[in-house]
């Protein structure tokens, strides 16, 4: 049973940066697709980026292109979201989800507790 602890959020003043990070542990994240979603005050939850499972394509929502990247760590078992350029509309509780379906079919879909987020002078 895969367990996901976000981590490093925190208050940012707009224009820096901050890294958040994702651990595993119970099961090799290895063969997950990794996730980062977001969820600001009164607004549905939107999909960041994302990265595969086995080839690691990335993709990123429109607005984050350029200011943040996803990397995987197999080896350390944590995938990670370098966020540069932040703005005030990047405010936001994070969470990282992995995902996996088997060849049977069989879909294992797991979510962290989330870290907030706070971009604000």
């Known amino acids: 049973h895969l367990q996901l602890v976000e981590s490093g959020g925190g208050l940012v003043q707009p224009g820096g940066s901050l890294r958040l990070s994702c651990a595993a542990s119970?099961?090799?994240?290895?063969?997950?697709?990794i996730g980062w979603f977001r969820q600001a005050p009164g607004k549905e939850q939107e999909g960041v980026a994302c990265?595969?499972?086995?080839?690691?394509?990335?993709y990123y929502k429109d607005s984050v292109k350029g200011r943040f990247t996803i990397s995987r760590d197999n080896a350390k078992n944590t995938v990670d979201l370098e966020m540069n350029s932040l703005k005030p509309e990047d405010t936001a509780v994070y969470y990282c989800?992995?995902?996996?379906?088997?060849?049977?079919?069989?879909?294992?879909?797991?979510w962290g507790q989330g870290t907030q987020v706070t971009v604000s002078s």
């Open positions: 989800n992995a995902e996996k379906t088997l060849s049977s079919g069989t879909k294992y879909d797991y």
């Open positions: 119970g099961d090799t994240l290895d063969g997950y697709a």
């Open positions: 990265i595969g499972s086995s080839d690691n394509t990335t």
